[in-house]
């Protein structure tokens, strides 16, 4: 069982998608991979216009098979 007060990587989402807006984009912090709502994820099928937090609990990246809570937000410059 995973504690609670495990340590996040710095600039993760602390696993709580509910905190991000519908058009965040996020990095995979393994192969830095980004998942971007606008485009979707041909390879696990997922609709472009899918926001981050309503991908599917079993969602992985489709490149390194990292877990959904070890990516990491983007902040596009201004």
């Avoid at 709580?16 to 971007?36: F, G, H, Q």
Wanted: proline share 9%.
């Amino acid at each position: 069982m995973i504690s609670s007060s495990a340590p996040r990587f710095e600039g993760s989402y602390l696993g709580n998608s509910a905190r991000l807006p519908a058009t965040a984009r996020l990095e995979c912090k393994i192969c830095w991979w980004v998942y971007d709502p606008a485009l979707g994820d041909p390879v696990w099928q997922v609709e472009p216009g899918t926001a981050f937090s309503e991908l599917p609990s079993h969602w992985r990246c489709p490149v390194c098979d990292g877990e959904a809570e070890q990516f990491m937000v983007l902040v596009d410059a201004a």
